[in-house]
């Protein structure tokens, strides 16, 4: 199994961008598949998910209203699209899947198996 993730990069506050992670490996239907990132304060937090076979989307509170994510199981690719952007999202983006994370413990990291590389974005004021 593979994640790239990819579209990361320098904007200014009330930006959008839009990151992308390209899976191998997997059939997504059968995974959740979301995204973490990493700050100075937090190793591993929480972003947005899929839940296993795409049905529903968890958001994380700080990003509800201004991120969505999608996927294209064609294609193998899920997407973070970010709006409105904030210094405080500056963050190291992952991507993540998992084949056995329940409902419950969608955000909690230790429950992914496989991590893409991660993507810095950059929110300048």
């Known amino acids: 199994v593979q994640l790239q993730a990819s579209g990361g990069g320098m904007v200014q506050a009330g930006d959008s961008l839009r990151l992308s992670c390209a899976a191998s490996g997997i059939t997504l239907s059968r995974y959740a598949l979301g995204w973490f990132r990493r700050t100075p304060e937090k190793e591993r937090e929480f972003v947005a998910t899929?839940?296993?076979?795409?049905?529903?989307?968890v958001y994380a509170d700080s990003v509800k209203g201004r991120f969505t994510i999608s996927r294209d199981n064609a294609k193998k690719m899920v997407y973070l699209q970010m709006n409105s952007l904030k210094p405080e999202d500056t963050a190291v983006y992952y991507c993540a899947a998992s084949s056995r994370v329940i409902y419950s413990s969608l955000s909690d990291s230790r429950c992914y198996d496989h991590w893409g590389q991660g993507t810095l974005v950059t929110v300048s004021s």
């Open positions: 899929f839940t296993r076979g795409g049905g529903n989307t």
